[in-house]
């Protein structure tokens, strides 16, 4: 039932409030007596989502706090800060409008992991709980001051000297009352664009990827702005426009903020997924830190265990030192602290991480075949990408070669998919990475 982040689905037929119901009854049964958090993005669907969430819920014995809509990294700080034992947000997150689904967080705001998932989908299919009696049904409760508080705690965490010109790109979602606000009172001039909410989305595309970011570009340079930034709908993500209207590599952004915090530090280790460049190794191993890769939507899980200093996969990014959630608007005002300290423009702090040629590509591939196809290829690269010197299988298979290029192949979680991707030490060598993978998945597709 759960994907790399929570369930999530199509409203009506995957995504049901007989679901919601049943998982609000679930996370009653998990948590025991207690209270939780429970949020929502702008979702055409997510009030009624939302009631019935709570309402299982309650009838479980589980006190509830409704913030209404709010941002999943708001959620998360408010579950803290509330000392509750869990929190919840009904979000699709950049899915399209027609979808909504949950994803939970534990007592300390960081979201739950795998163990923490299979217990919730035990609960649901398995061994329902059976509900409290009458006399210790739980009692819900709304709460005002969750967005205030967050953008305080915010304001008090980073540190914006200069009044910076800002396009901020909301995608008509949860963070479109939150980061706008946050912007001007860190004495930033805003432009705000896609930020009236509106749960059908009509701005654009919700994932911040750069090429649904095309009208943000534009506005960056049309205005002489700063800096752009854009959330999807929850605003768990972040995404950075420089002052010249281009896209900054999600990975460049973490290999900035990993390589800051390992400075700061003095060393610690920084986490990332399977899928990203190698400049982030080069930076924070010439900091004096040490990177531990992890599976996609699992960067979060290691942070107590390696007392990790930053954490970040394309478009999400952690600071440990202010939550362990994936926090989007946190990393805005991050974004702006960089600027201001190191008074320089965005693409000069940028172009100081190293840059090399990438390349990524979905190829289709029947759920069936996938295996087949994995292991087949998992032997021809071995063969094939002369002088392999580590292979990592933790998530796909990453061939890291001596100098610093790598392919990836894994197959999709949730699609027909198999998704190669190749970091090249040049521009050649990209091409021929690229090739050799493209023969293998059509060689082996073709045979399957
Ligand atoms: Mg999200």
Request: proline letters at 6%; glycine letters at 10%.
């Amino acid at each position: 039932m759960f994907g790399t982040r929570g369930v999530r689905g199509p409203f009506g037929s995957k995504v049901t409030p007989e679901l919601a119901l049943k998982l609000g009854a679930a996370i009653a049964g998990y948590v025991g007596k207690g209270k939780i958090v429970v949020a929502r993005d702008p979702r055409t669907s997510g009030e009624i989502l939302s009631q019935a969430f709570i309402s299982g819920a309650l009838a479980g014995g589980l006190n509830v706090i409704d913030i209404g809509i709010a941002p999943s990294p708001c959620l998360a700080f408010t579950t803290r800060e509330l000392k509750a034992d869990g929190g919840v947000v009904i979000t699709a997150s950049h899915n399209p409008p027609t979808d909504n689904g949950f994803a939970f967080y534990s007592a300390d705001g960081m979201e739950f992991v795998d163990d923490q998932e299979l217990r919730i989908e035990g609960l649901v299919f398995d061994s329902p709980p059976k509900g409290a009696s009458w006399e210790s049904l739980g009692e819900a409760e709304g709460y005002d001051e969750a967005i205030p508080k967050y953008i305080e705690a915010i304001k008090e965490d980073v540190k914006v000297n200069e009044g910076f010109k800002v396009v901020i790109d909301c995608a008509n979602g949860a963070a479109s009352d939150v980061t706008p606000r946050l912007l001007e009172e860190l004495g930033c001039e805003v432009v705000p664009m896609n930020s009236k909410m509106d749960g059908s989305f009509p701005g654009r595309n919700p994932e911040p990827q750069p090429w649904n970011l095309k009208d943000l570009m534009r506005a960056v340079k049309e205005t002489g702005a700063d800096v752009g930034l854009a959330h999807d709908t929850d605003a768990d993500r972040i995404a950075a426009i420089d002052e010249n209207g281009n896209f900054v590599k999600h990975d460049a952004l973490i290999a900035l903020f990993a390589k800051m915090a390992v400075e700061g530090g003095r060393g610690g280790v920084v986490i990332t997924s399977i899928n990203t460049s190698v400049s982030i190794e080069e930076v924070v191993e010439r900091a004096g830190g040490r990177v531990l890769r992890t599976p996609l939507g699992d960067i979060h899980s290691e942070i107590p265990a390696q007392k990790a200093v930053f954490a970040g996969e394309p478009g999400k990014l952690i600071f440990p030192e202010f939550g362990p959630w994936m926090d989007g608007i946190y990393g805005a005002a991050k974004i702006l602290e960089v600027m201001s300290s190191e008074k320089k423009p965005l693409s000069e702090i940028i172009s100081e991480i190293p840059d090399y040629p990438m390349y990524q590509h979905d190829f289709y591939c029947p759920d069936e075949a996938k295996a087949g196809v994995m292991r087949k290829m998992r032997n021809y690269l071995i063969e094939r990408v002369a002088g392999p010197y580590e292979v990592l299988e933790i998530d796909g298979v990453r061939i890291n070669r001596k100098n610093g290029s790598w392919i990836l192949i894994r197959p999709s979680g949730t699609e027909p998919k198999i998704r190669v991707v190749v970091e090249g030490r040049t521009e050649d060598e990209m091409k021929t990475l690229r090739q050799i993978a493209a023969l293998g998945v059509k060689r082996f597709l073709n045979a399957a």
